[in-house]
C-alpha cells in the first residue's frame, strides 16, 4: 500500500518506483508479444468419432487459446469426421481434419483461418515450394521488418533481424513484392529460384509524397501549390522533454527562439513567419489528430508517436481555417497501426546531465567593498563605507559569521543536474485491427542544491515528472469502413520553490555577498527558530531578503493533466462514385491543473555587538517576529472542449485530369472548468463550414480554391461571421518535353503562388461589443441627506457598446518555387507578404473624452501591420561510397514587420515618438552620445532631466530635432527614437549534415539568429533598499577619474538609483545575434539495438557576452538555458 502520509523528501524515490513499475510492466507486455509460435506450444490428446467440423473447431476452441475464422458455408456441411491422436500439435490435428473436410487452413500465430478447398487448389497446393531470401539496403545491411508479399494473395512475411525471409511460393509464374518504408517498392519474377538476394534502393522522395494539409487531408506534393513544410519526426528528436526545443532552424517559415531553460517551463517560444499583428494574439493555431491543442500539449509529445508533422503557412494552407488560421497552422498527425504479421516494438531509454549554459559573473565580496565605497565617495558621499577593517578582515577569510563573503550561487546551486527519459512503443495488427500504443515518462530535476532538507523535511528541488499514453485503435468494420479510436493522455507533476524559480536565481545573482552570513548556530539548547542572516534598512521586513531563507521556507506543487478522447469514422463512398469518401470526429478534451503553495515566514538576525579579541557576539532581530509553520494555499483551473467535425473528400483522376475536393462542416465548444464570474461561465463557441476544389492537369498546370466561412460567439449577430477565400496556381515546368535537355541538372522545377483572406478571432475579450456597467461602484460616489452625511454608489461604465467589433483580417500573397538539383538538391524558397487589418486595440488617445476615459475608452478593430519576409529550405542526400551516406540540411527564414496604423496621440512636434513604421517590439530609446568627458562637457550640453543631476562619467544624450528641424536644448521624453531591432529575431536559420558509415552515425546542426537587439536594463549595481551585486563587466571597465574613458562599459558608479543612466537607452542596446552548435550526436547500430550520444546548446559564439542571448533583454537574472549531454538506447524488435 503506498503510503501517502510519507515526507515530501521521499517523491524522487516514490517517482523512482512508479518508473520502475512503469518499465516492469511495458517489459511484460514486450515479452508477451515475443512469445513462441502458439504451434509450438499447444498439444492435443483427441479422440473423436463421426463429428462435424463445427464441433472440432469448438473443441479446439474451448481447450486452447486458438480462434477461428471463416465463412459459415465452410462449416456448414454434413461431412462426418474421425480423428485420433496423442499429444499432437495443432498443426497436425488440422491436417487430419482438412483432408476429410476438403478445407484449407491459414495459421497466423493463433489465429485460424478456414477456407473451403476447391478442386484447381489441390494441384496448386502440390506444387508449393520453399523461397528463402535476403533484403539489404544500399550500403549492404540487412533490412529489419521489410515485407514480402505473394502478389495477388494475402500471403505475407516479414524479414527477421538477418534480413532474412522464407516464403511459400506456388510456381515459377510467381512474383513477390518487397517494399520498406523509405525505400523503393520492388517486384521480382520468381522462375526457378529456391534463395534470393534483394538489395532496395531508398526513395528519398518517398516520405513528402503525400503532405498533410489542413484538417489532417492529404495532397500529392507534386500538386501542391501551397505553401507547407513537411517535418520528418526523427528530426525532433533531441534530448529534452520539450517537443518545441528542437523547432528552431529546423523548419522553413518559423521563428523560434528558446527564453528559459527551467525545467518544465523550457519549451520555446514560436510563430510561423514571425508576428503580423501587434494585437495579443500572435500564435499559432496547433492542430493534434483533428483537435485544437496548447503548445504546452504539443512540448508533451514524445517524437515517437509522431506520424507527420505539417506547417501551414500561406492562405491557400490556412484559409479554409477561417477566424482561427491567420498565424499559421501546424498539423501533428500521431502514428496509427499498421497491418502486420508480427508487431514491431520499439523501446527507448536515455539518460542527460545538463549544465546552466551561460551564469552572469559577479565579483566577489571585496571587490563589492570597494567598488560600493567609490560609488558613494565619487558622488560626494562619505558616509555610509564600508570600513578598512571590514574589507581586510574579509580579505583574510575571518569570521565568516561576522566578515562574510558569500557565493550565493555557488551555495545554492550544483553544477550539474540529471534527467531520465523512457518511451516504450508497440504498433501492429491485422487487416481488421490494427493498434499504436505508447507510453512515455519523463523525469527533469533542476540545479538547486537540496538545502530545504537541512531545515525541513521536504525537498524543495525542480523536479518535473511527466507521464505521457497515446493509444491509437482501427477497426476495419467492413471493406468500406473504417473506426478509429484515439485516446492521448498527459499527466504532469511539478515541484519546485515558492518563492519562483527566476526569483530563486536573481536572488542568488544580486544578493550583498558581505551583509550578512546565510545562517547563525544556535544561540542555546532552547531556539526555537533558525536564526537567518540579515540587515537591518531594507524593504523586505525591514531588512534584506536572505536568498537561501527565500528557497527553502517554501514550496509549491503542481499537478496538471490532460485527457484528449476522439473517435473516427472513414467511410468510402465508392458505391456512389469511385473516390468519394466521408470522415466524421469527434473529439473530448479536458485540461485540469491544481496548485499547492506551502510556505512559512522566516527570521533574520543581525550582529548588535562584536567583541573582536573575544569573538563574542550578540545578535538582535530584523524586523517583526515572522511565523515559522508552514501555510498552505490551493488553487485550481481547467477547461474542457468538445469538438465535433465532418467532411466530404474526394480524389479521381480521369486521364490526366487531376480532381481533388473537400467539403467540410465543424463546430466547436470550450467551456471552463473553474468559473469566477458570468463571462467566464459561458462558453466559447465556433461554427463553420470550409470548402477545397484543386485541379491538376497532366501534373503540369495546377490550381486550387479554398474558403472558409466561420462565425464566433464573441461577436455581435451581424459581425459574427466571416468569409476566406483564396485561391493558388502552379505551374510543374518541369513536366514540359521542353525540360527534357536540362532535366539532369534541374530534375523537378514547380512555380507557385497564393493570395487569400484569412481571421483572427483571438481579441482575448469576452464579448467586447457589449457595454459593461457596474449599477453599484465605488468610483462614483455621492452624499446625500441633511447633515450630507449619507453615502451612496452609482453606474459605472466598464466599457462602451461597439456592434462593430469582429475578427482581424489577413490579406496574404505568397510566390515560390520548389527546384530539385541533380536528383539529389532540394530547394523550396517562398517570398511573402501580410497586411493585417482590423487589428483590435482600445482607442486611447484619438477619441475626445466624453467618449470614455481611460479604463472605458471604446475598443475598435483600427490597427493595420504589414508583414513580408522569405523562407529557404535546402537539403542534400548522397549515396557517396558503399558504405560512406552524406546528407545536408539548412533552412533560412527572415520575416519583417511595421506597423502602419495605431491609436497614439497626435505627435505633429515630435513624429520620432510614433511607433509607426516601424516593428513591432523594437525599442524606443534615449540616444547616447557616450559619456560626459569633464564638467565642461555637461555645462555645455543641453539640460538632462531625466533624474540626478548629471556628472563628468555620466551618459549624455543626443537632443533630438523636432518636426521643424529645432532643438528645445532639455533632453526629455519627446527626445527618444525607435532604434535597433525587435527583441524577437528577424531572422532564424540553421544548417548541419548527417553521416553514415557503415554501422556508424554522425550529424551535428548549427543554429543562430540575426537582426535581434538586446536591451539590458535592471541589472545595474548597489541600490539603497534593496542591493544587487556588481556583474563583473562592470567592475572590468567603468568610467573613473583613473579611468576617464568615454565609451567604458559602463558610466560613473552610483549607489543609489541613478535614472540618467538606468533609462533605456541606446547605450544598453547591444546586438543579440547568435550562432549555435545546437545538436551534435554520434551513435552506432548494433545488431538489435542503437547506442548514441548527443548533446544540445554545446556552444554559443555571439557579441552578447554576459548571458545567453537567446535569453533575450533584461537583467540576464533568470534561469539560463541549459547545456546537456544525454546518452540513449533504442531497442527494435520487429
Not at 1044 to 1062: E, I, K, S, V
Request: net charge positive.
Amino acid at each position: 500500500m503506498i503510503n501517502f502520509m510519507a515526507k515530501e523528501d521521499s517523491v524522487v524515490r516514490k517517482n523512482g518506483k512508479y518508473l520502475l513499475l512503469f518499465v516492469f510492466c511495458f517489459l511484460v507486455v514486450a515479452l508477451q508479444a515475443k512469445s513462441p509460435v502458439y504451434g509450438q506450444a499447444k498439444t492435443f490428446t483427441v479422440s473423436l468419432k463421426n463429428v462435424t467440423l463445427k464441433e472440432v473447431i469448438s473443441y479446439v476452441e474451448k481447450n486452447s487459446q486458438y480462434v477461428f475464422f471463416f465463412k459459415p458455408e465452410v462449416i456448414n456441411q454434413s461431412t462426418q469426421i474421425s480423428v485420433s491422436l496423442k499429444n499432437a500439435t495443432v498443426k497436425q490435428l488440422l491436417d487430419k481434419v482438412s483432408e476429410q473436410a476438403n478445407i484449407v487452413y491459414e495459421m497466423k500465430e493463433r489465429q485460424i483461418v478456414l477456407k473451403e478447398k476447391k478442386v484447381s487448389e489441390q494441384s496448386v497446393s502440390q506444387k508449393k515450394r520453399l523461397l528463402q531470401g535476403l533484403v539489404k539496403d544500399e550500403q549492404g545491411n540487412p533490412i529489419i521488418g521489410a515485407s514480402i508479399q505473394l502478389k495477388n494473395t494475402g500471403t505475407g512475411v516479414i524479414t527477421d533481424l538477418d534480413g532474412l525471409f522464407q516464403i511459400q511460393v506456388t510456381d515459377k509464374n510467381s512474383v513477390i513484392v518487397i517494399s520498406y518504408i523509405g525505400y523503393v517498392t520492388q517486384e521480382i519474377s520468381v522462375g526457378d529460384r529456391s534463395s534470393i538476394t534483394v538489395q532496395l534502393k531508398e526513395d528519398t522522395k518517398s516520405l513528402e509524397e503525400v503532405v498533410v494539409t489542413a484538417f489532417g487531408a492529404t495532397q500529392k506534393k507534386e500538386t501542391m501549390v501551397g505553401s507547407i513544410q513537411q517535418v520528418r519526426p526523427a528530426e525532433l528528436k533531441v534530448p529534452s522533454s520539450s517537443l518545441s526545443t528542437s523547432f528552431a532552424g529546423r523548419m522553413a517559415g518559423v521563428i523560434a527562439i528558446q527564453r528559459s531553460g527551467q525545467p518544465g517551463a523550457d519549451g520555446a517560444d514560436f510563430w510561423i513567419r514571425g508576428k503580423s499583428t501587434f494585437g495579443d494574439a500572435t500564435g499559432v493555431l496547433i492542430v493534434l489528430d483533428g483537435v485544437e491543442i496548447s503548445s504546452s500539449d504539443l512540448n508533451a509529445l514524445d517524437p515517437e508517436v509522431i506520424e507527420s508533422f505539417s506547417i501551414l503557412k500561406d492562405a491557400t494552407a490556412t484559409a479554409m481555417y477561417g477566424t482561427r488560421g491567420a498565424n499559421g497552422v501546424m498539423i501533428v498527425t500521431t502514428k496509427s497501426g499498421q497491418d502486420l504479421l508480427k508487431p514491431i516494438i520499439n523501446f527507448r531509454l536515455e539518460t542527460s546531465m545538463s549544465q546552466l549554459t551561460s551564469v552572469p559573473e559577479m565579483v566577489g565580496g571585496v571587490d563589492y567593498m570597494k567598488l560600493y565605497n567609490e560609488a558613494l565617495t565619487t558622488r560626494g558621499i562619505t558616509t555610509g563605507l564600508y570600513d578598512d577593517t571590514k574589507i581586510r578582515a574579509t580579505e583574510q577569510g575571518l569570521n565568516p559569521l561576522v566578515y562574510p563573503n558569500v557565493d550565493w550561487y555557488n551555495e545554492m546551486f550544483n553544477k550539474n543536474a540529471f534527467a531520465q527519459r523512457f518511451n516504450f512503443n508497440i504498433r501492429g495488427g491485422k487487416k481488421a485491427v490494427t493498434y499504436f500504443m505508447s507510453a512515455s515518462v519523463k523525469h527533469d530535476a533542476g540545479n538547486l542544491k537540496s538545502l530545504s532538507k537541512d531545515y525541513f523535511s521536504y525537498n524543495n528541488n525542480i523536479n518535473v515528472m511527466r507521464y505521457d499514453f497515446v493509444n491509437n485503435l482501427s477497426i476495419k468494420a467492413t471493406n468500406t469502413t473504417k473506426i478509429s479510436l484515439g485516446l492521448n493522455v498527459s499527466l504532469r507533476d511539478w515541484k519546485g520553490p515558492s518563492a519562483g524559480v527566476d526569483g530563486i536565481f536573481s536572488m542568488s545573482r544580486e544578493a550583498s555577498p558581505v551583509d550578512f552570513p546565510i545562517v547563525y548556530p544556535a544561540r542555546n539548547d532552547k531556539e526555537i527558530y533558525t536564526l537567518w542572516g540579515g540587515m537591518s534598512g531594507g524593504i523586505y521586513n525591514n531588512g534584506y531578503r536572505n536568498p537561501v531563507a527565500e528557497y527553502v521556507v517554501g514550496y509549491k506543487k503542481q499537478f496538471a493533466s490532460t485527457v484528449n478522447a476522439n473517435i473516427r469514422l472513414d467511410q468510402d463512398l465508392k458505391m456512389v462514385t469511385k473516390g468519394l469518401k466521408l470522415h466524421v470526429l469527434a473529439s473530448f478534451k479536458n485540461w485540469s491543473k491544481t496548485e499547492t503553495t506551502r510556505k512559512a515566514g522566516y527570521n533574520q538576525f543581525e550582529i548588535d555587538q562584536y567583541n573582536e579579541a573575544t569573538g563574542e557576539y550578540t545578535l538582535s532581530r530584523v524586523g517583526n517576529e515572522q511565523k515559522t509553520a508552514l501555510n498552505t494555499e490551493g488553487a485550481a483551473t481547467g477547461d474542457r472542449r468538445i469538438f465535433i467535425q465532418a467532411y466530404l473528400d474526394y480524389k479521381r483522376k480521369f486521364g490526366v485530369h487531376d480532381v481533388n475536393a473537400m467539403l467540410l462542416y465543424n463546430q466547436d465548444q470550450l467551456d471552463n472548468n473553474k468559473p469566477d464570474n458570468l463571462l467566464s461561465s459561458l462558453p466559447r463557441r465556433k461554427q463553420g463550414i470550409a470548402a477545397r476544389l484543386s485541379y491538376a492537369y497532366d501534373d503540369r498546370y495546377l490550381a486550387e480554391v479554398n474558403f472558409g466561412y466561420n462565425g464566433s460567439e464573441n461577436f455581435a449577430k451581424n459581425n459574427r461571421f466571416g468569409f476566406f477565400p483564396s485561391i493558388a496556381l502552379g505551374y510543374n515546368i518541369s513536366q514540359e518535353k521542353f525540360w527534357e535537355p536540362i532535366s539532369n541538372v534541374i530534375s523537378h522545377f514547380k512555380l507557385r503562388g497564393s493570395y487569400g483572406l484569412v481571421g483572427n478571432d483571438g481579441i482575448n475579450e469576452r464579448y467586447a461589443y457589449l457595454e459593461d456597467i457596474v449599477l453599484s461602484s465605488d468610483k462614483w460616489k455621492y452624499t446625500t441627506g441633511v447633515n450630507q452625511n449619507v453615502n451612496l454608489q452609482g453606474p459605472v461604465w466598464n466599457r462602451y457598446y461597439n456592434p462593430n467589433l469582429t475578427w482581424e483580417v489577413g490579406k496574404k500573397l505568397n510566390v515560390g518555387f520548389d527546384m530539385q538539383l541533380f536528383h539529389q538538391v532540394n530547394l523550396n524558397f517562398d517570398v511573402f507578404k501580410e497586411i493585417r487589418s482590423k487589428i483590435y486595440m482600445q482607442k486611447v488617445n484619438t477619441l475626445p473624452d466624453f467618449i470614455g476615459t481611460g479604463e472605458t475608452k471604446i475598443y475598435e478593430n483600427s490597427g493595420k501591420m504589414k508583414n513580408v519576409g522569405f523562407d529557404i529550405a535546402l537539403d542534400y542526400n548522397k549515396q557517396i561510397t558503399k558504405d560512406f551516406f552524406l546528407s545536408f540540411k539548412g533552412t533560412l527564414t527572415y520575416a519583417h514587420n511595421t506597423i502602419l496604423e495605431r491609436d497614439e496621440p497626435p505627435f505633429q512636434l515630435y513624429p520620432n515618438l510614433s511607433s509607426v513604421g516601424y516593428s513591432r517590439g523594437q525599442h524606443l530609446v534615449y540616444v547616447a552620445d557616450g559619456l560626459f568627458r569633464d564638467q565642461a562637457d555637461v555645462d555645455s550640453h543641453a539640460e538632462q532631466t531625466l533624474g540626478y543631476i548629471p556628472q563628468p562619467g555620466d551618459i549624455k544624450y543626443v537632443d533630438q530635432p523636432d518636426a521643424n528641424g529645432n532643438c528645445d536644448g532639455i533632453i526629455n521624453t519627446n527626445d527618444r527614437v525607435y532604434m535597433g531591432y525587435p527583441e524577437d529575431p528577424e531572422i532564424v536559420y540553421g544548417f548541419g549534415p548527417s553521416m553514415k558509415y557503415k554501422n556508424w552515425d554522425f550529424s551535428f546542426f548549427f543554429q543562430g539568429a540575426a537582426r535581434t537587439s538586446i536591451l539590458m536594463s535592471g541589472f545595474h549595481p548597489f541600490g539603497k533598499n534593496a542591493t544587487r551585486g556588481v556583474m563583473k563587466f562592470i567592475a572590468d571597465d567603468y568610467w573613473s577619474e583613473s579611468n576617464p574613458n568615454p565609451n567604458a562599459a559602463y558610466p560613473r558608479l552610483t549607489r543609489d538609483t541613478n535614472a540618467n543612466n538606468t533609462v533605456n537607452s541606446s547605450y544598453w542596446l547591444r546586438n543579440g545575434a547568435f550562432l549555435k552548435l545546437k545538436n551534435a550526436e554520434i551513435g552506432y547500430t548494433f545488431k538489435m539495438f542503437r547506442a548514441y550520444l548527443n548533446g544540445s546548446n554545446l556552444l554559443t559564439f555571439s557579441p552578447f557576452k554576459h548571458w545567453d542571448p537567446e535569453m533575450g533583454g533584461g537583467s540576464g537574472m533568470k534561469y539560463p538555458t541549459q547545456r546537456v549531454f544525454n546518452i540513449g538506447i533504442q531497442f527494435t524488435f520487429k
